[in-house]
């Protein structure tokens, strides 16, 4: 098992920033890669950023290159989304998961967390 709790969300403006933390309380974090994903309202889950275990591979969907930075520590076995020029079409519940792999695939990974609301106005 590897627990996950993601952090950071809240409620801001559009145009502004947020980072959200999970940190999984596991010593095997490092062994995992790490996904975010999300999910708004009446809407599928959607894949968001993905990096590998030593950070050596990084994915981002399309939709956030350039404002979404996803980053690890793993001394702190944390894993961290940084959202910039944050747009209401961002807002979401979003949620961290660890797998074996880097992957947009939902299905890729193992762990989840139970999410952190991320609400944009306008």
């Known amino acids: 098992q590897v627990p996950l709790v993601e952090s950071g969300g809240g409620l801001v403006q559009a145009g502004g920033s947020l980072r959200l933390s999970c940190t999984a309380t596991?010593?095997?974090?490092?062994?995992?890669?790490m996904g975010w994903f999300r999910q708004a309202p009446g809407k599928e889950r959607e894949f968001v950023a993905a990096?590998?275990?030593?950070?050596?591979?990084?994915y981002y969907a399309d939709s956030v290159k350039g404002r979404f930075t996803i980053s690890r520590d793993n001394a702190k076995n944390t894993v961290y989304l940084q959202i910039n020029t944050l747009k209401p079409e961002d807002t979401a519940v979003y949620y961290c998961?660890?797998?074996?792999?880097?992957?947009?695939?939902?299905?890729?990974?193992?762990?989840w967390g139970q999410g952190t609301q991320v609400t944009v106005s306008s």
């Open positions: 998961a660890a797998g074996p792999f880097a992957s947009n695939l939902e299905g890729e990974y193992d762990y």
């Open positions: 596991t010593r095997t974090f490092a062994n995992y890669a």
């Open positions: 990096i590998s275990w030593n950070s050596g591979s990084i």
